[in-house]
């Protein structure tokens, strides 16, 4: 310990051999990881405390480098924002098609508790939709098959389509259930010209105004008996969805008379049209069936107890009684617009 002195140098004023660098060259050259991988035979030579330092330097740079690569957001331009919106409009259309599906109460339920119930998951969940979109943005294949599915969904939407609907006598009325449906009667004897203001479905109403023998008919026009009634009326290929006017009648009573419950009668002939839709056959308590003729529809209505009435569309139909043990087959009948033949089970069934 005697004498011994040691002369330490500042390092700002050593030289630097032919064959090391300085920590702000080290700090300069190393502007992203890739450089970075050139000085590590340079560092592997420095001393240990230097080595550290631009180990630290090094992984200081690498992290931040990889953190302003991960945040940098996606990048849209006026295409991609073009293809988005386009998305967007067509997902609204869409919706608007199925909205009456989506309205059953079970299911407003669901997706009021789903983003609770979720949490982060349905957060992370929607990012993902979102990156998705927008790189599917990104592709002009996606681009024309948005710009192709919105022609069809945007004429949906606009009054274009319309139905011929021809009435048996002119004390007969159709009205629409929706104020936004147009009805109105032509210059032709018992024509009506329904116009409606989409593709969604509507019922109209046919009612016989003066007849007492009579019961207003329900008829639902869904968007595929709308749009063949639209095509119906093209001149010439119209012919090809079937006739341009509907025939429609209101429904008329044939009365029935039994002293038992349980009575039934087969229906079987040539319905018009919606008579056979579920919801119209619920109201008047039938069911559809097998029916003997293969060009024939048959129904099955039940009769109550005591007078009743069974109330079927103007025309001829072939009436099978039906109650316990008894099955009788009637003649041949039709169904006018008053006067018609009642039906009396105990008579038929005596035997």
């Not at 939407?157 to 009805?183: C, E, G, K």
Request: aromatic share 8%.
């Amino acid at each position: 310990m005697g004498g011994a002195h040691v002369a330490l140098e500042d390092p700002r004023e050593t030289p630097l051999d032919q064959g090391e660098t300085s920590e702000p060259q080290l700090a300069e050259e190393v502007k992203s990881p890739v450089q970075t991988l050139h000085v590590e035979a340079a560092i592997g030579e420095q001393p240990g405390p230097e080595k550290a330092l631009v180990e630290a330097l090094r992984g200081f740079i690498r992290k931040e480098t990889r953190q302003k690569e991960d945040e940098s957001p996606q990048k849209i331009g006026v295409y991609h924002a073009v293809a988005l919106l386009l998305f967007a409009v067509d997902l609204a259309l869409l919706y608007s098609q199925f909205q009456h599906a989506l309205e059953n109460p079970l299911f407003q339920e669901i997706l009021k508790v789903a983003p609770w119930a979720l949490g982060a998951t349905a957060v992370g969940f929607a990012d993902r939709v979102r990156k998705m979109l927008v790189d599917q943005a990104r592709h002009m294949k996606w681009v024309i098959v948005g710009a192709a599915i919105l022609v069809p969904l945007l004429l949906l939407q606009t009054p274009i389509f319309s139905m011929r609907l021809r009435v048996n006598t002119q004390s007969v009325t159709v009205t629409p259930d929706d104020q936004r449906v147009h009805s109105s009667i032509t210059q032709e004897n018992n024509l009506y010209r329904v116009v409606f203001p989409d593709w969604n479905g509507y019922e109209l109403t046919l009612k016989d105004t003066y007849n007492e023998d009579s019961a207003p008919f329900k008829f639902k026009v869904g968007g595929w008996r709308m749009l063949k009634g639209t095509l119906a009326q093209i001149p010439v290929a119209g012919g090809l969805f079937g006739r341009k006017e509907t025939m429609l009648t209101p429904l008329y009573y044939v009365r029935t008379d039994s002293a038992q419950g349980g009575a039934q009668v087969d229906v079987e002939g040539w319905f018009q049209a919606g008579f056979l839709d579920a919801a119209s056959l619920s109201r008047l308590r039938c069911t559809r069936i097998k029916a003997s003729d293969p060009k024939h529809q048959a129904v099955q209505c039940s009769v109550a107890e005591g007078i009743d009435k069974l109330k079927l569309p103007k025309g001829w139909y072939d009436l099978t009684l039906r109650r316990g043990n008894c099955q009788k087959p009637l003649p041949r009948q039709e169904v006018k617009e008053s006067g018609n033949r009642g039906i009396n089970f105990d008579e038929r069934c005596k035997d």
